[in-house]
Nanobody, 122 residues
Framework: VQLQASGGGLVQPGGSLRLSCAVS????????IGWFRRAPGKEREGVAC?????????YPDSMKGRFTISTDNNAKNTVYLQINSLQLEDTATYYC???????????????WGQGTQVTVSS
């Protein structure tokens, strides 16, 4: 399984970004894709995840409202993370990862992309 994250950049507070995760090499019937982030000096945290079989998204309470995870529907080659109303604390490296589980809450996430940097600054 290969994952390639892209779409990061430098954004002003209040702006928006759409991150993309290109997924290839998947042979599971059921799997999930998750977005995670790691800010400088902080532990990695989950941002959103989606069951690719059922299209069911999940967001931790702290991420609800400004983050939206989606796929390219039938092709399911790309998973997107839309981030709106970006805040300074959203500055982090964002990673996508794959889990061979039907539920994105179960994991484990064994395959990881290289990450894309999001910097929010005025």
């Amino acid at each position: 399984v290969q994952l390639q994250a892209s779409g990061g950049g430098l954004v002003q507070p209040g702006g928006s970004l759409r991150l993309s995760c290109a997924v290839s090499g998947v042979t599971w019937d059921y799997y999930a894709i998750g977005w995670f982030r790691r800010a400088p000096g902080k532990e990695r945290e989950g941002v959103a995840c989606i069951s690719m079989k059922y299209g069911t998204p999940y967001y931790p309470d702290s991420m609800k409202g400004r983050f939206t995870i989606s796929t390219d529907n039938n092709a399911k080659n790309t998973v997107y993370l839309q981030i709106n109303s970006l805040q300074l604390e959203d500055t982090a490296t964002y990673y996508c990862a794959a889990s061979g589980s039907s539920s994105c809450l179960i994991g484990p996430y064994d395959y990881w992309g290289q990450g894309t940097q999001v910097t929010v600054s005025s």
